[in-house]
């Protein structure tokens, strides 16, 4: 994996672009309706130097959103919201280090956010169906996308449409012969991805 990415750099429109049809891509597939939190899958790429620990949110009804953990720390702070007892949002946001699309309502967007959207030439109707992409820090707020963070992210929310088909066709897709045992999904220098499992 690469160890020099910078923190930096702002995505492209391309690199936007891409995201945000990714994001429009995972909201129509809807694949809370049949997955849950407890769903975990991960991925990895050259653009993160970490695993990315990826869960769909929205079996509730009440947030809909593809979290992606970042490495060890994101990993531990999951696991810490799992242990609280009735976490809400902001416990989770604060111990997270996140990258997340979620779909919200008009009026929690940034104006910045809504600049964007135009942008791009994009159009959103209705409640929760417009994108909040954001990285999350412990304890910082919560921030916009470096080129390398929209990248991953990008990836992140096509493969979980992916898995999300294959789960659908077979419910027992994500299911690993060992305990504390998740797929990884690892992407080649030829753009082409591959499963291995990797322990919790």
């Known amino acids: 994996m690469a160890s020099d990415i910078s923190t930096t750099t702002e995505p492209s429109l391309d690199e936007w672009r891409r995201l945000y049809q990714a994001a429009q891509d995972f909201r129509n597939l809807a694949p809370w309706n049949w997955m849950s939190e407890a769903h975990l899958f991960s991925i990895a790429t050259s653009d993160m130097p970490e695993i990315g620990y990826c869960s ?119 299911l690993t012969p060992k305990r504390r045992q998740i797929l990884l999904r690892t992407k080649d220098e030829n753009n082409k991805w591959h499963d291995m499992e990797v322990t919790l």
């Open 56 to 174: 769909i949110q929205g079996a509730l009804g009440e947030h809909l959103a593809l979290a992606v953990y970042r490495g060890p720390r994101g990993l531990a702070g999951l696991n810490a919201v799992r242990r609280m007892k009735g976490p809400d949002l902001l416990d989770m946001l604060l111990v997270n280090d996140m990258l997340m699309a979620s779909f919200e309502d008009h009026e929690y967007l940034e104006q910045s956010d809504r600049n964007l959207i135009k942008k791009l030439g994009l159009s959103f109707r209705g409640a929760k169906e417009w994108p909040l992409i954001r990285s999350y820090q412990p304890r910082y707020a919560p921030w916009y996308l470096t080129a390398h963070e929209a990248r991953f992210l990008t990836d992140a929310l096509q493969q979980a449409i992916v898995i999300a088909q294959e789960c659908h066709r077979d419910p027992a897709f994500l």
